[in-house]
């Protein structure tokens, strides 16, 4: 009667999560199956055949020295993204907290830059440093508008970390928001009438309190700033001089536009392995952090 039970529940439990499980294994685990197998091969993405080439595509990835100069800048991009991202997301949320007029319009209209694509979002900021920050520097004698940040391979890589921090921030702010509105109000009301003032009740209280939603923030920065690719071709399409060519942005060009797929797929699984183990210490950090708060 157990087993029967048993097999009763089972059916159930396969009838709702079933064809989930089914579309999760075949869209993500078979592709990301067949992945590491092309690693091991010379596939060049069109062709029917392929030859086994063992560790070949490994090796090269070694040698590879613009991956890793890729991958140094997206190293530094998600650095500076993250920081920014989380500062002015958490303190966009701190003071729509607040008692102020219009908070939910100001809410929204941080939210808004979230919900335009990266392709819409990179021309719409390329003709802003193109055009309008240019006749602006030009009209009110401003220099460093004086030209445009695109033309200028220094520069041209602050106009993705600006752009990216003015995509997100408005995302993390909801988080934030949502999680200091869960500190309850007598632990601050009392903490004021101990005599704290606003910055020792931040630094004491809130902080702390947050640190639940500073891991999901910080992840999802994470999460976005190392697979960032739709922005980066739109906005400066790895330019000038291939000086804000970001990792996906090369393992895409590698795969697809060299014709080299097996030697690209295995870039990529690297990639994916760097942010593997980038996340879990993140996660085991934050954790550790919040245990101890």
Request: with cysteine; glycine share 6%; charged share 15%.
């Amino acid at each position: 009667m157990s087993s029967q039970k048993f097999f009763d529940k089972l059916k159930i439990q396969l009838l709702f999560s079933g064809p989930t499980l089914f579309a999760f294994f075949t869209v993500v685990i078979l592709p990301f199956l067949y992945g590491i197998y092309l690693t091991f091969t010379n596939w060049d993405g069109v062709s029917t055949s392929h030859s086994f080439v063992g560790m070949k595509n490994y090796l090269a990835v070694l040698d590879d020295t613009a991956f890793w100069t890729s991958l140094y800048k997206t190293m530094k991009y998600v650095l500076l993204t993250v920081i920014l991202i989380n500062v002015v997301g958490f303190f966009l949320a701190y003071m729509l907290t607040t008692e102020i007029r219009g908070k939910n319009l100001f809410r929204a209209g941080f939210f808004t830059p979230n919900l335009i694509g990266g392709i819409i979002l990179g021309f719409l900021w390329q003709f802003i440093f193109s055009n309008v920050l240019v006749y602006i520097g030009e009209h009110f004698k401003i220099g460093i508008f004086s030209s445009s940040w695109l033309a200028d391979p220094d520069k041209a890589f602050w106009t993705l970390v600006i752009v990216t921090t003015w995509q997100y921030s408005g995302y993390m702010m909801v988080i934030y928001i949502a999680g200091l509105m869960n500190i309850p109000k007598e632990l601050l009301e009392a903490a004021s009438i101990d005599g704290a003032n606003a910055f020792v009740r931040l630094r004491k209280i809130i902080l702390p309190l947050m640190v639940p939603s500073f891991i999901v923030c910080v992840f999802l920065s994470l999460q976005r700033g190392f697979m960032v690719y739709d922005l980066n071709i739109a906005l400066t399409n790895g330019g000038p001089y291939k000086s804000t060519q970001l990792v996906s942005m090369y393992v895409y060009q590698k795969a697809f536009l060299s014709q080299k797929y097996g030697a690209g797929q295995a870039e990529a699984f690297v990639l994916f392995l760097i942010v593997a183990i980038v996340t879990l210490i993140q996660v085991y950090v934050s954790k550790k952090r919040e245990v101890e708060a």
